[in-house]
């Protein structure tokens, strides 16, 4: 995670933040995730306040592109996505669904 730039940092919680409204509502234990990972990515006070917004209402879809996803950093995006959708112990059907279609893409 300490390679990423700070536009792939803030990709990635995009993806992360989508992958936590997937059901429809966000979780303690998935907002819980979210705030270890600013933490972790060492997120400045704009980037976190982004990510903050993004637990309010999800990134639009217009923002989520896997094809902008480096190479070197789609294996770090896809295992984020999945430690997500299963942090709250209930992987929804929708969540599933968007889990493999961009593994999909990433591939």
Known sequence: MNELTKEERLQLM???CSFAWADLRIE?????????LMRR???DEDERRQVEDWLDLPP??????????PPAHRAL????AREMIEV?????PEEMENFELLAQLLS
């Open 14 to 16: 995009r993806f992360v």
């Open 28 to 36: 303690d234990s998935e907002r819980s995730m979210v705030h270890k």
């Open 41 to 43: 990515l060492k997120l």
């Open 60 to 69: 639009r879809a217009e923002e989520l592109d896997p094809a902008l996803v």
């Open 77 to 80: 995006f896809l295992r984020t």
């Open 88 to 92: 709250d112990g209930d992987v929804a």
